[in-house]
């Protein structure tokens, strides 16, 4: 198992509330990602992080935003959250071995907006 | 789109059958992964192939690689009820000499169901 955590697992919350979701790697990897993923989907990247201080927007448009104040940690902030943001955010950093680098996986946040 | 497509959508198998799942892609690559995801839960990296690879074994994984056809296959031998799972392919895409945009573009992935 890779050393990434997401917390919460289930979020359960009404409209309009902000929340906030937790990533945190112990591996000191530079790059981390959030992906966002419908049933049955593919994976969309919504934000990524090359470093402290670094952060971009992803292929897939999204109303959330992203910090990077520590290496080990990438938190994903909704200000007002809607019924549309109802999905599973999974959050990934990359670590290299010689000329590849592959991701691993924190376990995901399934967050539903009521 | 540069995402991998992997094909069938859809697998079912009796244990101890092979599975085969294959993925498409559109544009050049560095390398090509394939990962896995049981229900609910996060991918977990399983093998990779690089650019110039055609074939790649681990343990009852084979992973072949077609880059001609933009293509790749994802074989697991003897298969078990604890394979059932989705399994993704991502493609590590090649930008000018060589470079890699450093991300990866997923499919939509095959759920594979191993029945006992």
């Known amino acids: 198992e890779a050393d990434i955590y997401q917390t919460p697992r289930y979020l359960v919350i009404g409209t309009g509330k902000k929340i906030t979701l937790e990533c945190s790697q112990t591996?000191?990897?530079?790059?981390m990602y959030w992906y966002q993923q419908d049933p049955g989907m593919e994976l969309h990247l919504i934000h990524y992080s090359y470093g402290v201080n670094s952060t971009e927007k992803g292929d897939l448009s999204s109303e959330s935003t992203v910090s990077r104040i520590r290496t080990e940690h990438f938190p994903l902030t909704l200000e007002s959250a809607r019924p549309s943001h109802t999905s599973q955010y999974l959050c990934?950093?990359?670590?290299?071995?010689?000329?590849?680098?592959?991701?691993?996986f924190g376990s995901g946040t399934q967050l539903s907006v009521l | 789109s540069q995402q991998g497509e992997e094909d069938p959508q859809a697998l079912s198998i009796q244990e101890g059958e092979n599975a085969t799942m294959n993925c498409s892609y559109k544009t050049s690559i560095n390398n090509l992964q394939w990962y896995r995801q049981n229900s609910g839960r996060g991918l977990v990296h399983l093998i990779l192939?690089?650019?110039?690879?055609r074939e790649k074994h681990s343990g009852r994984l084979r992973v072949t690689l077609d880059t001609s056809k933009k293509s790749s296959s994802l074989l697991i031998t003897a298969s078990r009820a604890a394979d059932t799972a989705s399994y993704f392919c991502?493609?590590?895409?090649?930008?000018?000499?060589?470079?890699?945009?450093?991300?990866?573009?997923f499919g939509r992935g095959t759920q594979l169901t191993v029945w006992p």
């Open positions: 990934a950093s990359s670590g290299k071995q010689g000329w590849d680098e592959k991701l691993f």
């Open positions: 591996m000191g990897h530079d790059k």
């Open positions: 991502a493609t590590d895409v090649k930008v000018d000499r060589g470079s890699t945009l450093g991300r990866l573009y």
């Open positions: 192939i690089r650019s110039n690879e």
